[in-house]
């Protein structure tokens, strides 16, 4: 190490002794130098890397690494390599989750930059701490959670670089890195969490549905260029056989609907008057039809051409009718997602907002100056290269209050509608329960602010306004609560009688299959006994004639106990002694005193 100007000096000015100074000097700095280095040498930075997985968190120790060859085609090859990666990364702990709803709220967690608590407990367990001989770094792929790591654990942060390439590997070799996990189970794991997560971000939006608002005002919009389009269509082909109707009739849907009812001119007479006058809603214009009809310098039409014309006026007004029915949909769902907004601004500017704006949510976010010149950024980029005036309004000039504004005040009542709106869209997207009553308030503010720039009559304090809004829409949600609570009553009362009427369909079901079941054994009894009896009968026939004939017959009767006992015993029972049996009792004493 080079020593300071002034030791040289001296040195040189003295004799030897001098010289031995400078000397001591030099080896005292060498020697510290040198206890510099060996303690920079035996400060070792310790690499570890987090890895996420669908089946839990593992943490790796990164053993040997080079950072200037790691992009090196060799290099990479050895990444690919099993063996060879093996030799760099080590598993030091692996996380599994409980369950797929943990798994889920982890990975919830993992996307929105926010450190779970099970991620926190695995960190802390196994990364070692930092020392003085010793420098812990965690290397994550993502910069938003190592960021919240840093922030909240205290830890040294690596992104990128060295990081990127080795979760590279990690990912392509971690069901073997891992014990237990095969490669299967890894997929499995992850095709699971990917439906549940993709599922979970669907379902964000479902009671909010401001998709649907989205699809329908661009189809709403798209709907007025094509119903305008094809309606000059029509005009100009109708208007060859009668071009005076235009000029009577200006309303696009009405002239389709009078071209297809007329039809032919020449046809027209005033049997046709009322209908006219149904579908013009004028006895006056009506009567104008029928006079140019008569008058017109039209050509003449063949009944082809004709069809043709009248088809395609059906088209169109059935697309008339159905934008209609959209306009009334979109009307229903403003009311349900975001009824402030709309009662503010109108059904279609509080639509157009949220369509350009993405989401209900992504409006709430934006501040009032953004709201202003939405849908104008063309302009503002315009006027920005050019360093001309900035636009003062963008959508919201559709809306009917600028439109009442004079021309010096357009820009100030611009600026407070954009505020109101902000207002009204963050309260839409985060009351629990919607209500339209706050946009009522506001409107009447916007009211106000109009007739304060035209005749000066001072506006109520907004902190008024609000607090009398709080009061009313707190009873307003306490009565739709009670309505709420009252339809789900009647929808559980509903559904128990449903169940009931079902349990009992089914008891009489089975006590239907019982009773023909029984029916059934029963009707075998009596076939049974039916063909018992009639076996029964020539037996006793044989008897009778045996015994007539003076034969002794002892076999068939020990059948008939052996068969059925009791049917005999009971039949012996009931019969009483009868002369054949005395006869055979009289001949068995004869016989006895034969022998």
Not at 115 to 122: E, N, P
Request: aromatic share 6%; charged share 30%; hydrophobic share 40%.
């Amino acid at each position: 190490p080079a020593l300071p100007d002034v030791a040289i000096l001296r040195g040189l000015r003295g004799g030897p002794e001098s010289w031995s100074a400078v000397n001591a000097t030099r080896g005292a700095a060498w020697e510290a130098e040198e206890k510099r280095r060996r303690k920079r040498r035996t400060t070792m930075v310790l690499l570890h890397v987090l890895f996420e997985h669908a089946a839990g968190y593992a943490l790796f120790a990164v053993k040997e690494v080079e950072e200037i060859g790691m992009l090196l085609p060799q290099v990479e090859e050895c990444v690919l390599n099993v063996g060879k990666f093996n030799t760099i990364v080590k598993l030091v702990a692996f996380f599994p989750f409980k369950s797929a709803q943990s798994a889920l709220e982890n990975i919830n967690a993992i996307s929105e930059g926010v450190v779970h608590a099970d991620l926190k407990l695995l960190l802390e367990t196994n990364l070692p701490a930092s020392g003085k001989k010793r420098k812990v770094m965690l290397g994550v792929g993502d910069a938003k959670v190592g960021a919240a790591l840093q922030e909240e654990l205290g830890l040294s942060i690596q992104t990128g670089g060295v990081v990127a390439e080795i979760l590279r590997g990690i990912r392509l070799h971690f069901h073997t890195l891992v014990k237990g996990l095969t490669a299967q189970s890894a997929s499995k794991a992850q095709l699971g969490l990917g439906h549940s997560y993709s599922r979970a971000k669907v379902k964000f939006n479902v009671n909010r549905a401001d998709n649907m608002i989205i699809q329908s005002i661009a189809l709403l919009d798209q709907l007025d260029k094509d119903i305008n389009t094809f309606s000059m269509r029509v005009r100009e082909w109708y208007g060859y056989h009668f071009p005076e109707l235009i000029k009577i009739v200006s309303d696009n849907y009405t002239y389709c609907r009078m071209a297809k009812l007329i039809g032919n001119r020449k046809e027209l007479s005033e049997e046709n008057l009322e209908a006219m006058e149904e579908v013009v809603m004028d006895s006056a214009k009506a009567q104008a039809v029928l006079d140019a009809s008569r008058s017109s310098m039209g050509m003449d039409i063949s009944p082809i051409d004709l069809i043709n014309i009248e088809s395609f006026s059906s088209r169109v007004i059935s697309l008339a009718e159905y934008r209609k029915g959209l306009q009334e949909y979109l009307h229903s769902k403003m009311n349900q997602v975001a009824p402030n907004l709309a009662t503010l601004i109108g059904d279609v500017v509080g639509a157009r907002l949220i369509s350009h704006a993405g989401s209900l949510t992504n409006l709430a976010k934006y501040p009032a100056s953004t709201v202003q010149i939405l849908g104008a950024e063309k302009a503002l980029f315009r006027a920005l290269k050019t360093r001309g005036n900035t636009p003062k309004y963008g959508l919201i000039f559709h809306s009917t209050f600028i439109g009442r504004a004079a021309a010096k005040n357009k820009g100030r009542i611009s600026r407070y509608l954009a505020n109101k709106c902000t207002i009204a869209s963050r309260i839409d997207c985060f009351s629990e329960i919607p209500t339209s009553v706050y946009g009522d308030k506001l409107r009447d503010q916007v009211e106000e602010r109009l007739s304060f720039y035209e005749t000066g009559d001072a506006p109520r304090k907004n902190l008024d306004v609000m607090k009398e809004a709080m009061l009313e829409a707190t009873e307003v949600a306490v009565e739709i609560k009670r309505k709420m609570e009252k339809k789900e009553k009647k929808r559980k009362k509903r559904e128990k009688r449903r169940l009931e009427e079902l349990a009992a369909e089914g008891e009489e079901e089975t006590e239907a299959k019982k009773a023909k079941s029984n029916g059934e054994e029963n009707g075998e009894t009596e076939t049974v006994g039916k063909k018992k009896k009639k076996k029964q009968k020539p037996e006793e026939e044989e008897a009778a004639v045996l015994s007539e004939n003076g034969l002794q017959e002892a076999t068939p009767a020990k059948k008939k106990k052996r068969k059925s006992e009791a049917v005999a015993e009971e039949e012996e029972e009931a019969v009483p002694e009868t002369p054949q049996t005395e006869k055979k009792k009289k001949k068995k004493k004869m016989k006895g005193e034969d022998e």
